[in-house]
């Protein structure tokens, strides 16, 4: 079955340590987006990617950085200057990004927790 | 700017209909997008609409007024498993990405 993956479902990391989430389609998408969501609020896009080895910033990439390696894989680094890295994290992805009506697939999420 | 306004919460019963309202005032308009996301869960796609009028698919349906900057999703015959989160989204312009509104928890009680 096709479809997006993120591990860890659940992630603990101590204050000044960098931290990688994974994310991982195999539904041939060329678009793949990272977004933060806090409790009781929308998605905000931290990164998105439309090819391989090219990505854009979205509206906080502070304290983040991406990878595109693979058109399969984004992987999102949390980085020890993210002043608040508490947040539920969301990896999506979608066919053409250039496309109006092609909505975005999203993996089960990550919930990272900084002690 | 870009601004979604919805709802913050919304309570509704069994079998019961619920409309629920998302404005927005983009600097483009190129579609918008219902999701239910369960609590803890990931968003899932409900629909779309880029034209003024009425989306229906089942229990659900979604309309447009471009005008007005305004959309609503209808949920039909209400069941437990419609307890959700649901978050509207709009494409600003052909190439952009998606601006998230805050979503609205609707709650559907026995």
């Known amino acids: 079955d096709g479809g997006i993956t993120q591990s860890p479902k659940y992630l603990f990391r101590k204050e000044g340590q960098n931290v990688t989430l994974s994310c991982e389609q195999n539904?041939?998408?060329?678009?793949m987006y990272w977004y933060r969501q806090d409790p009781g609020q929308g998605l905000r896009l931290i990164y998105y990617?439309?090819?391989?080895?090219?990505?854009q910033k979205g509206d906080i990439a502070e304290g983040y950085s991406v990878s595109r390696e693979k058109k399969e894989s984004f992987p999102l680094t949390v980085t020890s200057a993210q002043k608040n890295p508490t947040a539920f994290y969301l990896c999506a992805s979608s066919k053409f990004r250039d496309r109006t009506n092609n909505e975005q697939f999203f993996g089960p999420g990550t919930r990272l927790t900084v002690l | 700017g870009q601004n979604i306004d919805q709802p913050t919460e919304m309570t509704a019963t069994e079998g019961a209909i619920v409309q629920i309202n998302c404005t927005y005032q983009?600097?483009?308009?190129?579609?918008l997008f219902w999701y239910q996301q369960h609590a803890g869960e990931a968003p899932t796609f409900l629909s779309y609409?880029?034209?003024?009028g009425l989306e229906e698919k089942g229990r659900f349906s979604s309309f447009l007024s471009r005008s007005k900057g305004y959309s609503y999703l209808l949920l039909k015959e209400l069941q437990m498993k419609d307890s959700a989160s649901y978050l509207c989204a709009v494409r600003a312009r052909y190439g952009q990405n998606f601006v998230f509104g805050p979503g609205t928890r609707l709650s559907v009680l026995p």
């Open positions: 983009t600097s483009g308009f190129n579609g």
């Open positions: 539904l041939n998408h060329d678009a």
């Open positions: 990617s439309q090819i391989v080895n090219d990505f």
């Open positions: 609409n880029v034209l003024d």
